[in-house]
């Protein structure tokens, strides 16, 4: 089990936090889908830290920890 906390996330720098079993793209897309206008949505994740990109642009920081 994962705790995952998005903050500083799209225009509002809103912050999300979800627990998951399993931390892949579909379930971090889903965190995120609400907070962004933007389609072409990414992730970046080393070592329980990353980014949430927009296109090019940063959108969001991501961090992960274990349960």
Do not use: C, Q, W
């Amino acid at each position: 089990m994962f705790e995952v906390k998005i903050t500083d996330l799209g225009r509002n720098n809103v912050t999300v936090t979800e627990d998951m079993e399993k931390v892949n793209f579909d379930n971090l897309l889903s965190m995120v889908s609400p907070h962004l206008v933007s389609s072409d949505i990414h992730f970046v994740v080393n070592y329980g830290s990353g980014y949430v990109y927009a296109g090019f642009r940063s959108v969001g920081k991501i961090e992960v920890t274990s349960l």
